[in-house]
């Protein structure tokens, strides 16, 4: 599998699947899942805390490390796929209307290079 050749459906069908052979659909409770995915999240943030944002970049070149994220980031992944699986809502549908959103509150011509009206024209901290 890889991501061009797999549908976020194709995904949401794999965690169904696995959720749905261990017949732990009464656990996957919208407050479970959001409070397990937010535990994976703080796992997946661990591999970078206390990094600087070069060495940060800097674990794509370190395949111990990058395998260790990208399985925490599976991790996430699985769990926002559950959530969407429990509440049926469509990923697709859901970032595209996000997007739509996002394009209207930055606009390219005010927030390019920049994250907001304050900042320091882009820098990193």
Known sequence: MSDSETTVSDLREVVATFVNERDWKTFHTPKNLTMALAI?????????????????????????????????????????????????????????DKMVKNRLKYPVEEFRGRYGPEDDGGQET
């Open 40 to 96: 994976e999240v703080a796992e997946l943030m661990e591999h970078f805390q206390w990094l600087t944002p070069e060495a940060s970049r800097a674990v794509a070149a370190d395949p111990k490390r990058l395998a260790a994220v990208r399985e925490e980031l599976a991790d996430v992944c699985c769990y926002v796929l559950a959530i969407a699986n429990e509440l049926e809502i469509d990923v697709s549908q859901a970032m595209t």
